[in-house]
């Protein structure tokens, strides 16, 4: 196993590792930090993938919002969540261990499917050329973006709007006389 091998299982199993304790944590700032980890793990896999757009765009907009959502989190929040943080519990609740066994099902579906489709047999994998380190898929991406994907690009945006607005309005606390 050379170099590149061992940094990408790292990450990957960082990213694996992180996000399952994402799941499972309890306390929200814990969720938080552990989220900005899997962030860049996932980033670090793009650049393995040379996706080079996708990686800076992950880092840019996801990791830079996780810093945003963190801010609304201590804002917005009950101003004692930084006094209780306590040393983490190792007892799992029913759901939780119902979430993690859901999980666990569909990475077992995911990879049994990986084993047995023949990706070398695909069509669209022959056709295609391979990627080369000098390519440029930004300007690829940018086009694409902006002239066959237009409208669910907007369409996410709009969701994402929504998604914010009701976060602000559940997050809004009621004073009641």
Aim: charged share 10%; glycine share 4%; aromatic share 14%.
């Amino acid at each position: 196993m050379n170099t590149e091998q061992l940094i990408f299982y790292f990450f990957a199993a960082l990213l694996l590792t992180s996000a399952l304790m994402v799941v499972a944590m309890q306390n929200l700032v814990r969720s938080i930090f552990l989220f900005f980890v899997a962030l860049f793990s996932l980033a670090a896999l793009y650049v393995f993938a040379l996706a080079d757009f996708i990686a800076i765009t992950q880092v840019v907009i996801y990791v830079g919002g996780v810093l945003v959502l963190m801010l609304f989190a201590f804002m917005l929040s009950n101003k004692e969540l930084l006094n209780s943080l306590h040393p983490i519990k190792t007892s799992f609740k029913f759901y939780q261990l119902t979430g993690i066994f859901i999980c666990l099902t569909f990475l077992f579906i995911l990879v049994s499917l990986n084993l047995q489709i023949d990706f070398s047999g695909l069509n669209w994998i022959k056709s295609s050329a391979p990627i080369l380190e000098r390519d440029n898929t930004t300007h690829t991406i940018g086009i694409l973006s902006m002239t066959r994907y237009l409208l669910p690009f907007e369409v996410l945006s709009v969701f994402i709007m929504m998604a914010l607005i009701g976060a602000a309005h559940l997050a809004r606390k009621d004073k009641k006389a």
